[in-house]
């Protein structure tokens, strides 16, 4: 149950043309595994986040582009 996922495609576009080429798919995960990773994400990053270079900018929540361009 952790790590199944149902795909349900949904058509990018009315009328379909090409289904391969029209349609794209959307993951429903379950409740249960997507608060659990939530919570472990605000207990691990509460300790990974203070070792973290100041000037790392990608894939850190709450930072951009913007922020990296600012330090320059």
Do not use: H
């Not at 495609?9 to 009328?15: N, S």
């Not at 080429?21 to 691990?44: A, C, Q, R």
């Not at 990608?58 to 361009?69: H, T, W």
Request: glycine share 6%; charged share 20%; with cysteine.
């Amino acid at each position: 149950m952790w790590k199944t996922t149902e795909v349900i495609p949904l058509p990018k576009k009315r009328p379909l043309g090409y289904v391969e080429n029209d349609m794209k798919p959307v993951l429903l995960t379950p409740l249960v595994p997507k608060v659990s990773e939530g919570l472990v994400l605000n207990l691990v990053d509460q300790y990974v986040k203070p070792q973290i270079d100041e000037y790392q900018f990608g894939a850190i929540s709450g930072s951009c582009i913007a922020d990296a361009q600012s330090m320059a």
